[in-house]
């Protein structure tokens, strides 16, 4: 099976008015969501596919040469080719990690031409499902986000994630009005990373540390950076007082980062995104390490439904002793609770995930066991500038 073509499709989602989110001493406004798909087809008619960033430097570096590279060669074996892209042009780091993005497309084409679900050329599954929890929560009031994570619950799912912004106080309080609105045996994440992105209004250490034993009180799975991610110092320092679980990891550059943040057991929690952080082969790399060491993996996931299949495939390798959880981003519709519209996410796909009591149930047809619907093309231009 020869490869014979490899693109890489930007998209983009225009809200129908901007969407303002107001946090402590500022306001962020988006304009848009952004997302990319890559497709590669071979000689036979098959076409795999996989999720990448909405990113145009990473859609020229596929099209300037990760294309030229693959187009021309036989797919035996997506490891293969790997070690012949890494020995050439993905000696530069950004390109392995993109590369790792096209890869996931190599193994959907590779599952589909062997007649055999992606799981199973990463090492095999020892599992159909994997849990999920939903994401949302974007800068709102303490009700808001308690009637969010009502609103999610009652979607089926057993967790939820949100975002806090509004000052120590106040994302206290949220968290109290979250627990109370759910009950004791509902999972909430808190997802922090805007406490160091504040400037001059961001949260100190002691107040960080303030925050963490007091949330503690309220049982939440775990705290998500709540430090700037590349302190691993500072995370090991606030683990070592063994206050609340803590998360980190989807902001780590590199494999020896990730092991730095692994090895020294600076969280509880290592979250990887396959889409922007090395796809299926680091993921494999880390996950051995992880359970070596005895903690666990949480998949970081932020774009669309394609890009949740394509991290459930290599998720359902591991127990969930090692890799635990997926997050699954919620999207807003007419009676449907979400952070924002962002219809695409769904649309990429032609039938919707199989989901039940909050557990992701992973195909066990070919490749990665969805199908993409390529007039998402035409129907969501890409729109350059930022989102």
């Not at 050329?121 to 303490?142: N, Q, T």
């Not at 997802?191 to 400037?199: E, L, P, S, Y």
């Not at 609770?337 to 047809?365: C, H, K, N, S």
């Amino acid at each position: 099976m020869k490869i014979t073509s490899v693109r890489s499709f930007l998209l983009s989602y225009p809200f129908p008015e901007p969407v303002r989110l107001p946090f402590y001493g500022g306001e962020r406004t988006l304009l848009k969501r952004d997302a990319m798909f890559i497709r590669v087809e071979a000689d036979n008619g098959l076409v795999g596919y996989a999720p990448g960033p909405g990113s145009e430097s990473v859609h020229h570096a596929i099209s300037r040469t990760i294309a030229p590279f693959l187009e021309g060669r036989v797919l035996a074996d997506p490891d293969a080719l790997r070690v012949l892209f890494l020995e050439g042009p993905g000696a530069d780091a950004s390109l392995a990690r993109t590369y790792g993005a096209v890869e996931i497309a190599l193994f959907d084409l590779a599952g589909k031409a062997r007649g055999v679900p992606v799981s199973e050329l990463l090492g095999g599954r020892v599992r159909d499902s994997i849990r999920l929890y939903g994401s949302a929560g974007m800068y709102m009031s303490g009700e808001g986000y308690a009637a969010e994570a009502s609103a999610i619950a009652e979607l089926g799912f057993r967790a939820y994630k949100m975002r806090p912004a509004a000052g120590p106080e106040q994302d206290l309080e949220t968290v109290r009005l979250m627990r109370r609105a759910v009950g004791p045996d509902f999972d909430l994440m808190v997802d922090a990373h805007t406490w160091w992105r504040m400037g001059d209004r961001s949260y100190s250490p002691a107040t960080v540390e303030q925050l963490a034993l007091d949330m503690a009180a309220h049982h939440i799975a775990w705290l998500e950076e709540p430090l700037p991610p590349d302190d691993h110092a500072g995370y090991l320092a606030l683990m070592e007082k063994d206050l609340v679980p803590l998360a980190s990891g989807e902001h780590e550059p590199s494999e020896e980062r990730f092991l730095d943040l692994i090895l020294t057991r600076a969280v509880d929690y290592v979250q990887m995104d396959v889409c922007c952080q090395g796809g299926y082969s680091l993921g494999r790399r880390l996950f051995a390490e992880i359970a070596r060491q005895g903690l666990r993996f949480a998949f970081h996931s932020w774009g669309t439904a394609l890009e949740v299949a394509a991290a459930a495939q290599l998720g359902i390798c591991w127990p969930p002793t090692v890799v635990e959880w997926l997050e699954y981003p919620c999207y807003s519709a007419p009676a449907r609770a979400g952070m924002y519209p962002f219809p695409l996410a769904a649309e990429i796909l032609t039938e919707p995930l199989q989901i039940e009591g909050g557990d992701l149930i992973v195909p066990r047809t070919p490749g990665l066991g969805v199908t993409v619907d390529e007039r998402v093309i035409e129907r969501y231009p890409w729109i350059p500038g930022p989102w």
